[in-house]
């Protein structure tokens, strides 16, 4: 059974402030594909980064980072100097390899944001 | 530019209607998938298509049904409305391959069963 934890509920920063969002995934396959979505008030889903199992290179993009270990089980979400666009609700999500049928998709519970003025 | 739609931004049914949720993709995606969203338990699958007429369970398809007649069309149906059923929708489709593609979300349906 795949599994993604998104322990924190609620987050409230003051903007600037640099935040790390946690995921923590269980999964015993090898080969899975780690995403963050993106959600914000207007209700849409917006697809931020995929990873796979065997790339555990960190990602930048912008004020945005991504830190996957594989030995931890983690693939948390850094926003660096947030901004008030930046509040919003955040999902992680897990999804196994291979090609056979469907592979589901598991979101953890999400990560509300709120960036404060 | 990608685009998911869906038929309402809110509907307000009463219980025992027949409700039909609506959800129209113009990028040409094999994959559509019905997902529920409640507060504390994230997005949980109802119904997943892989192709026209074909479909599959997801974790909690009990009191639904879908139809997919045409490619770019999935529409999730609640045969008799119940309170419980009360929910965000969210509707999303993907491309199908060797590489799991990402999502796209349509803007979500806000059902509420009085």
């Known amino acids: 059974a795949q599994k993604v934890t998104q322990a924190q509920t609620e987050i409230s920063v003051v903007e600037k402030e640099d935040v790390t969002l946690d995921c923590v995934y269980e999964t015993r396959d090898t080969t899975y594909y780690l995403f963050w979505y993106k959600q914000p008030p207007s209700g849409e889903l917006v697809f931020l980064i995929r990873?796979?199992?065997?790339?555990?290179q960190n990602e930048i993009s912008g004020r945005y980072s991504w830190n996957f270990q594989k030995s931890t089980s983690s693939f948390n979400f850094t926003i660096t100097a947030s901004q008030v666009v930046d509040s919003a609700v955040y999902f992680c999500?897990?999804?196994?390899?291979?090609?056979?049928?469907?592979?589901?998709?598991?979101f953890g519970t999400g990560t509300k944001l709120q960036v404060i003025p | 530019d990608v685009k998911v739609t869906q038929s309402s931004r809110y509907l307000v049914k009463r219980t025992g209607e027949k409700v039909f949720l609506e959800c129209v993709q113009d990028?040409?995606?094999?994959?559509m998938f019905w997902y529920r969203q409640d507060p504390g338990l994230g997005l949980r699958l109802i119904y997943f298509s892989y192709d026209v007429k074909m479909k599959e369970k997801g974790d909690i398809p009990e009191g639904y049904s879908v139809s997919r007649e045409k490619k770019e069309r999935f529409s999730l149906i609640l045969e008799s409305a119940s309170t419980n059923q009360t929910s965000m929708y969210l509707c999303?489709?993907?491309?199908?391959?060797?590489?799991?593609?990402?999502?796209?979300f349509g803007p979500g349906t806000r059902l509420t069963v009085t």
């Open positions: 990873r796979n199992s065997f790339d555990e």
């Open positions: 999500a897990l999804r196994l390899g291979g090609t056979g049928g469907y592979q589901k998709v598991t």
């Open positions: 990028m040409d995606h094999e994959n």
């Open positions: 999303a489709s993907s491309l199908t391959g060797q590489v799991a593609y990402e999502q796209y």
